[in-house]
């Protein structure tokens, strides 16, 4: 089943099964244009999730993932239509003045 959960509770979350790798992978296939700019349409969203016994897989929608942060706007406006990318999301969250954020990075998946 679908599970709507958010970036930062969802990283949180797997802090300690993931110990000690830094990134989990998120793979998203299917990329198409929406009416909106900037704004695409993502299906299915692939988390590979990696520990000590191996790596899973796992459906997930994240909520507001698109709007987390300006750069994902920036960063998703070039991505090309038909190409697989994938998100690397640090969990443990860099600390600025008065809140956390993860710094992600976008990687096309050859």
Same mark, same amino acid.
């Given at each position: 089943? !679908? ?12 802090? #300690?099964?993931?110990? =000690?790798? !830094? ?20 299906? =299915? ?8 016994? &191996? ?8 909520? &507001? ?16 239509? &038909? ?8 969990? #443990? ?6 809140? #956390? ?10």
């Amino acid at each position: 089943m !679908t599970k709507f959960i958010s970036v930062n509770k969802y990283m949180s979350g797997l802090k #300690e099964e993931l110990d =000690p790798f !830094t990134y989990l992978n998120v793979y998203f296939y299917h990329f198409e244009k929406s009416s909106f700019d900037k704004v695409w349409n993502i299906e =299915p969203v692939k988390f590979a999730i990696v520990t000590k016994n &191996g790596a899973k897989f796992e459906d997930l929608d994240i909520e &507001g993932l698109l709007t987390v942060k300006e750069s994902f706007d920036r960063r998703f406006s070039s991505l090309k239509e &038909g190409k697989a990318y994938k998100l690397v999301i640090p969990y #443990e969250p860099k600390k600025a003045d008065d809140y #956390e954020y993860y710094e992600s990075k976008i990687v096309e998946v050859q």
